[in-house]
């Protein structure tokens, strides 16, 4: 595709639900990234992905965050049982590959996550 | 622990003058460093990056400036524009086995005719 795609835009949900955020990745790109970003925060590393396997995933926050990675193509971050401090943006990136070639990361518009 | 500050949360500037954003890191083991530009309800866009073995690179009106020894970078833009007008987030790449960026909380510019 054209960019790096994610859906929904926006999302509301109820504390104590769960909720799935998907990324579609720039076609070719082997390598995938969720960050969150809070309000009026930086950008927050959750995990990375090299194909479907995750080299780091030292930035989920808990055990109710998880992540998967399918074909070397489409992402899916899951949050269980939602808290009010989940409500931030999520943004996936995604770059032509890792390692010493220090590859762009390109983004998506991100999934703005409101948990009442 | 904030390994990449960005101290200035806003900065204005006038149409046709020189921007100058500012970012400090404390970990001299980041190797790579990159600026990039977000617009309201639109994800960060790549504008220009650095390697730890330079100085300066420059693309366009877009020059970073990196100090090692003061661990800082700079991104100066000249002249500057209304559509420059945005929020601007340094990052930096640790060298140590992972592609995750580290990045710091933003500056908003607005440019000003």
């Known amino acids: 595709g054209a960019g790096v795609s994610q859906s929904p835009s926006n999302k509301v949900t109820e504390k104590g639900k769960d909720v799935e955020l998907r990324c579609d990745p720039i076609s070719g790109h082997t390598a995938l990234y969720w960050y969150r970003q809070r309000l009026g925060q930086g950008l927050e590393f959750l995990i990375y992905f090299q194909g479907n396997s995750a080299p780091d995933k030292s930035g989920l926050p808990s055990d109710r965050f998880s992540a998967e990675r399918t074909g070397e193509s489409v992402s899916t971050l899951t949050i269980q049982r939602t808290q009010q401090e989940d409500s931030a943006v999520y943004l996936c990136a995604s770059s032509r590959g890792t390692g010493v070639v220090k590859n762009i990361q390109y983004f998506g518009a991100g999934t703005r996550l409101s948990v009442l | 622990d904030q390994q990449v500050k960005q101290n200035s949360p806003s900065l204005s500037v006038q149409e046709g003058r020189i921007s100058i954003l500012n970012c400090d890191y404390t970990n001299s083991m980041f190797d790579y460093f990159l600026w990039y530009k977000k617009y309201p309800a639109e994800g960060p866009t790549f504008l220009i990056s650095?390697?730890?073995?330079?100085d300066k690179n420059e693309d366009g009106r877009f020059t970073v400036f990196l100090n090692k020894s003061a661990k800082h970078l700079s991104l100066h833009i000249v002249p500057s524009q209304p559509g420059d007008s945005a929020v601007y987030f340094c990052?930096?790449?640790?060298?140590?086995?992972?592609?995750?960026?580290?990045f710091g909380t933003g500056t908003r510019l607005q440019v000003f005719p």
């Open positions: 990052a930096a790449n640790p060298s140590y086995n992972t592609d995750k960026l580290i």
């Open positions: 650095i390697s730890s073995i330079k």
